[in-house]
């Protein structure tokens, strides 16, 4: 079956320094990739997706990178600030399908 | 402001007590979708809805109900409540189906069933 999972559940980083937050997917016809933030006591917010014609794609501070050969995702984000402190999930999908499959989340937390 | 809104943000009841959480989008969205999250679990979709009379089952269906009626709405129905059901709950919403349009989620309706 499809599953989505992530390596660490927790992740803390010093202020200023790089975040990379990864995730593993099993279903190799997925071909929409999404990173999610969810604050305390807030729904998830979009911060970045992808898709499987490409490998990687820049944001504002952030970056997504997809290694379709091993079937993984990563979020990187750049000089962390204690407003990046929160769960981030990946989700997946295919063409055609009218769910998302989400990972169980990373913890970041951002140290002063 | 466009937004997702639901009610109520956090419910209290007990086992078969026939409750509703309501879900409102304002972006004259067609697709909607309801999630449970539990810990370890990440988000799981329920019911999704691809327009108005449109429903259709998701991952966890069991024990739950919608009705799509109106395009801004689509409330979540808990006929008979159990302890299993007590977890978050987030709604959803997009102007096309999640593989091909980003869905923008509700704050969140913390449900417990003693």
């Known amino acids: 079956g499809e599953s989505v999972g992530l390596h660490l559940p927790t992740l803390s980083v010093q202020e200023g320094d790089n975040s990379i937050i990864n995730c593993a997917y099993s279903?190799?016809?997925?071909?929409?990739f999404i990173w999610y933030k969810q604050e305390s006591g807030k729904g998830p917010q979009f911060i970045i997706d992808?898709?499987?014609?490409?490998d990687k794609r820049q944001g504002q501070r952030v970056t997504v990178l997809l290694n379709k050969t091993v079937k993984h995702l990563s979020l990187q984000i750049a000089a962390t600030q204690p407003g990046d402190s929160a769960v981030y999930f990946c989700a997946e999908t295919y063409t055609g399908r009218r769910a998302l499959t989400f990972g169980s989340g990373t913890r970041l937390q951002v140290q002063p | 402001e466009a937004q997702v809104t639901q009610n109520p943000r956090y419910l209290i009841t007990v086992t078969g007590k026939k409750l509703t959480v309501t879900c409102s989008q304002n972006?004259?969205?067609?697709?909607m979708s309801w999630y449970r999250q539990d810990p370890g679990l990440g988000l799981r979709q329920i019911y999704y809805?691809?327009?108005?009379?449109?429903?259709d089952k998701g991952d966890v269906p069991e024990g739950y109900k919608v009705s799509r009626k109106e395009k801004r709405n689509f409330p979540l129905i808990l006929e008979s409540p159990s302890p299993n059901q007590t977890s978050l709950y987030f709604c959803?919403?997009?102007?096309?189906?999640?593989?091909?349009?980003?869905?923008?989620f509700g704050p969140g309706t913390r449900l417990t069933v003693l």
């Open positions: 992808i898709r499987s014609n490409m």
């Open positions: 279903n190799s016809a997925s071909d929409y």
């Open positions: 959803a919403s997009s102007q096309a189906e999640p593989s091909t349009d980003t869905q923008y």
């Open positions: 809805s691809m327009n108005v009379e449109v429903t």
């Open positions: 972006m004259n969205h067609e697709y």
